[in-house]
């Protein structure tokens, strides 16, 4: 299909306009991607213009029995970075360009939002509440990485290291945000 096509059916929101990943259940053998089974799955994928992986459940049921370490020590063994639904999370984020944002409310819950790639600090604080996009003041931003070295919110806080955007401010995966707003 051209890039004409695609063009044209994408305000109709047809499935076949829909990016695919193709998730195949495949033995021990043919993990992580070395296989003939995952050979071939790749070959389906390449002519349907799909993108695709292998994930070998059998060995994820079984490693929910074993404590995280050794889980980790045998999936290294095998080649995998992380578990399979972690690969296919991430995998169809990046597939439709979704990132993700957090937000906490009184230090008592963190929640996960996501958002397509390049979107706004505005749009962010729409995803949450529309409220809050009407309203928009500011946002106070953190990256996770950061808060989680620091430890705490309050201590960001007393140490100034939140930092204030606009609502033009891009968000990027992982910022942990406070949205500032007045309806």
């Not at 021990?28 to 459940?57: F, S």
């Not at 404590?67 to 045998?74: M, N, R």
Request: glycine fraction near 8%.
């Amino acid at each position: 299909m051209s890039e004409a096509d695609l063009a044209l059916m994408r305000p109709l929101q047809l499935l076949t306009a829909k990016p695919l990943l193709f998730v195949a259940n495949v033995g021990e053998g043919d993990m992580p991607g070395g296989g003939p089974l995952a050979a071939q799955v790749a070959a389906v994928a390449r002519r349907a213009q799909a993108h695709a992986m292998v994930v070998c459940a059998a060995c994820e049921m079984d490693l929910t029995e074993w404590s995280a370490e050794e889980a980790d020590q045998y999936r290294q063994a095998l080649g995998l970075a992380e578990s399979s639904l972690q690969r296919v999370v991430h995998s169809a984020c990046e597939l439709l360009d979704l990132i993700t944002f957090f937000t906490a409310t009184g230090g008592k819950e963190l929640r996960a939002w996501t958002l397509k790639q390049g979107s706004t600090a505005i749009d962010a604080a729409g995803t949450v509440h529309t409220d809050m996009a009407r309203g928009f003041i500011r946002a106070e931003v953190i990256s996770c990485e950061e808060l989680l070295a620091i430890g705490s919110l309050a201590t960001a806080r007393e140490r100034g290291l939140l930092r204030l955007e606009g609502r033009d401010y891009i968000v990027h995966d992982g910022d942990l945000m406070h949205f500032r707003f007045n309806v």
